[in-house]
């Protein structure tokens, strides 16, 4: 049986250049209506974990979450599975840093930019400021990563930054550390936490 990875993964290869047959009999095997279009799987993390915490199954529901490797691939991405593509309905997340590359890229496949939430620095920033960083601390020694933040911060590039970039900074400084504190942020949140942007996306699924 069809599963969303083997579509991610069908997407993947079509995006580069490969068929794009694969990643269409999914689609249809899947009963895919919306399509997810995130920067990377940290962001990927988040958005599953928040709408599991929200008794969503977004597989059942043919939604697909789909990391793209960075915002500049969302033109291709929205060329490949919303309107000139698969016809899917498009959602996602973008970095304000980045929303050029998404007015662009979303203009150029011809897909509504409706359905696209802005991050003021990125998803992790949004998280950690809606948590706090005390309790975001708390959740890395909870991790067992006290040491490893410890050693981070008598780095010399750290002294003097604000604590919430130093976290920020910390999070992505070790691979799959992103995507694991992705989950366990979101999972951390009361519910009137959850940060704007991606509290509208979840709902707009």
Known sequence: MADMQAFRDAVSRWAVGGA????????????????VLLEGPSDLAAVEALAARR???LAVEGV???PMGGAMSVGR????L?????????RGLCDEGEQRFYDRGLKRARAPHQGFFVC??????ELIRAL???????????????????????????????????LRRF?????????????LLVESLDPGQVPAPLDDLVTSL
């Open 55 to 57: 008794g969503r199954d």
């Open 64 to 66: 697909c979450v789909v």
């Open 82 to 90: 919303g309107p000139p593509g698969l016809g899917l309905r498009l």
């Open 20 to 35: 794009g047959e694969p990643a269409s009999d999914l689609a249809v095997q899947l009963g895919l209506r919306t399509a």
């Open 132 to 166: 706090g960083t005390a309790r975001v601390e708390e959740i890395i020694r909870a991790e067992g990563d006290l040491r490893a933040w410890q050693t981070f911060l008598r780095q010399p590039a750290q002294r003097g930054r604000p604590r919430q970039q130093q």
């Open 120 to 125: 003021v620095a990125d998803l992790e920033e």
């Open 77 to 80: 991405y929205a060329g490949l």
């Open 171 to 183: 999070l992505g400084t070790k691979k799959g550390r992103k995507i694991r504190y992705g989950r």
